[in-house]
């Protein structure tokens, strides 16, 4: 073979993948540059439009009539796309352009195979709809963007018009609640606890594998769909390729970058392991045996007067590192990360208030006693967070944005993050452009006492998630549950926090995840500041959903 003909064959064997855009799949590799000549070689046909200014975008367009067949986003009045919060749940981050699959594909999926939907949708998932504030319907559902895939090079934007679903920032960070009304909400900022993000990743790695996923049953499924939408079939154009698109995605998922994941407990809804898929994925680290499944935090206040330090470890202060890297954890890639976007959302999560306590008001003397007990005992870690000016007070808070290395918490987040991956990650960060060299600090070996703003909203509690609510929370660590469900958006008052002894959700029907506190990476015990008195409690509990 001609040196020129293994390169093509290189080509097209190590990045016709990016094509076709397996789910949560991260390339940093130099092949990325060879990503247009690539799509050009699946494709065969495109046109190249002139860039209107050197720095304009140029579009890759594959003139595929399917594409212009992708259901439209229906909006429920005026769209203002610089509204910042229409941008944080809508746009793309640029996870898309190595993680996203391609629309027709996806939208195909629960239909070729129902078993894995449990017969249903993506609500399987958790991922349900969206509540209708922006539009009356979106062709995704909530927690996924539909974009074009795009490269931004230094100069020069690459947009391959192919319409791909990827996770953004609040397929994670936006939650949803069932309040008192039985009204179910969505809130910004708040974790994402019922969408089970590791199960959706595992279901893409092993679809592709599956002998269903196979070019005549993805063409006929692709044209039931259109028929379904009042579309015309597939071209014959159009057949070759999607076939051609299907024989990519099974070559480049036979080996599963994500099988680390299989010998660590399962995460369920409202959790993930975002470090070690970016060690052991992104930066090809040896699997350390670490399991440091996190539950989803809350994103809101995180300018530095009220988190000096990021993510529970408190492993930077670095906003661009805090930001870019979770997109990068999600399947973007250096030049497809959607920097300016992205930033844009990290300074509005910088002055995000919480959410108001949305349930009936507590009693204001009970507040009163739960405050002065929450100086005494809490203060000095936590600080004391004013709802109302959104300041936090540290003034007699020594602990505030310190590492605890007491706690004595689950080691395993701590832990899978030493010295040595701080080192990787930094460099990555810094080769890409992405964040400064010294960024990241690892080896902090305890968890940051951070604020307690909108706590109320933050369940299941401790980093982990191991602890359903802030009643349990609040007594000596073996009197906590050892075992409860988790992904139930109805709220319990009393105790605070979602719901955790039935098996399934009353709203869907939908079978919720049972937490074992036995296993590695779960532990419930630690946070030994217990209040045992249950008026004293009650009174602690009443003050805390003041914050
Ligand atoms: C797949 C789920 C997921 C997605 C998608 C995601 N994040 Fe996160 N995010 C997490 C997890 C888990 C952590 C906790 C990491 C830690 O503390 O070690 C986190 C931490 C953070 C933090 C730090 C919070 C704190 O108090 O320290 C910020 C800020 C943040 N994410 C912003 C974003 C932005 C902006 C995006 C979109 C570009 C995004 N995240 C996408 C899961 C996600
Ligand atoms: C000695 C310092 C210290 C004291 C005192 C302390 N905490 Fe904490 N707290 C921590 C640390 C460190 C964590 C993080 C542990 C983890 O996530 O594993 C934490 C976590 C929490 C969380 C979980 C936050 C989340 O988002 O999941 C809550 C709630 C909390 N503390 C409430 C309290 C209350 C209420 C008191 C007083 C009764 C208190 N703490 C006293 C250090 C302290």
Redesign the pocket.
């Known amino acids: 073979m001609s040196e020129s003909q293994s390169f093509i064959q290189k080509l097209k064997g190590r990045a016709a993948d990016l094509a076709a855009g397996a789910i949560f799949q991260v390339a940093t590799s130099s092949w990325n540059l060879a990503i247009p000549v690539v799509l050009f070689l699946i494709v065969g046909r495109c046109a190249f439009q002139t860039p209107e200014t050197f720095s304009g975008p140029v579009t890759v367009d594959f003139a595929l009539p399917s594409e212009k067949a992708v259901p439209k986003y229906e909006p429920a009045g005026k769209i203002d796309q610089n509204d910042i919060r229409w941008r944080?749940r809508y746009a793309e981050?640029?996870?898309e352009f190595r993680a996203g699959v391609p629309y027709w594909i996806f939208r195909i999926m629960p239909r070729l195979m129902p078993e894995q939907f449990g017969g249903r949708g993506y609500d399987w998932f958790g991922f349900d709809d969206e509540d209708g504030e922006f539009y009356e319907s979106t062709p995704v559902p909530r927690?996924l963007a539909l974009s074009d895939s795009t490269l931004r090079i230094p100069f020069l934007n690459v947009r391959f018009n192919l319409k791909r679903v990827s996770?953004?920032?609040?397929?994670?960070?936006r939650g949803q609640l069932i309040d008192e009304s039985g009204k179910r909400r969505l809130i910004d900022g708040m974790p994402?606890h019922t969408a089970n993000?590791q199960a959706f990743k595992r279901f893409y790695a092993s679809a592709f594998q599956d002998p269903r996923f196979e070019g005549g049953n993805v063409v006929a499924a692709i044209n039931q769909a259109l028929a379904e939408d009042e579309k015309p079939a597939l071209t014959k154009k159009e057949q070759l390729i999607y076939r051609a698109l299907v024989e990519v995605l099974r070559g480049y998922t036979r080996e599963r970058g994500s099988a680390w994941m299989d010998s660590r407990p399962d995460n369920g809804p409202g959790?993930?392991?975002?470090?070690n898929a970016v060690k052991f994925e992104v930066l090809k680290v040896p699997d350390d045996g670490t399991a440091?499944t996190?539950?989803?935090?809350?994103?809101w206040n995180?300018r530095s007067e009220m988190?000096l330090?990021?993510?529970?470890?408190?492993?930077t202060r670095d906003?661009s590192a805090?930001?870019?890297?979770?997109?990068i954890?999600?399947g973007?890639i250096a030049w497809s990360?959607y920097k300016h976007s992205?930033s844009k959302?990290?300074d509005w999560?910088d002055i995000l208030p919480p959410p108001k306590y949305p349930f009936a008001a507590p009693d204001p003397a009970q507040v009163a006693q739960g405050l002065e007990l929450f100086k005494t005992r809490c203060a000095a870690c936590h600080g004391l967070y004013d709802r109302e000016k959104n300041r936090i007070d540290t003034t007699s808070s020594p602990n505030y944005m310190q590492i605890n290395t007491e706690i004595g918490t689950d080691p395993e987040?701590w832990k899978a993050?030493p010295t040595a991956a701080a080192g990787a990650l930094n460099r990555f960060g810094f080769e890409h452009g992405l964040w400064p060299r010294d960024a990241f600090r690892g080896s902090t070996n305890g968890y940051?006492c951070?604020p307690l703003d909108g706590i109320w909203a933050r369940a299941p509690y401790l980093?982990n998630g191991s602890v359903p609510n802030l009643n349990e929370l609040l007594k000596p660590p073996e009197q906590r549950p050892k075992r409860f469900y988790r992904g139930n958006p109805s709220y319990d008052a009393l105790n605070m926090g979602w719901v955790h002894t039935d098996s399934a959700r009353k709203d869907n029907g939908l079978p919720l995840f049972e937490y074992d506190t036995s296993l590695v990476g779960n532990s419930n015990q630690g946070h030994p500041i217990a209040i045992e008195d249950d008026a004293e409690r009650a009174a602690v509990l009443a003050y805390l959903k003041t914050l």
Request: glycine residues 16%; aromatic residues 12%.
């Open positions: 944080f981050t640029g996870t927690g996770v953004n920032c609040a397929g994670c960070h994402n993000l959790r993930i392991d975002p470090f440091p996190l539950d989803f935090p809350a994103v995180q988190r330090w990021h993510h529970y470890d408190g492993n906003s805090r930001n870019f890297g979770s997109a954890g999600v973007g990360v992205v959302i990290g999560l987040r993050f940051l951070g980093h």
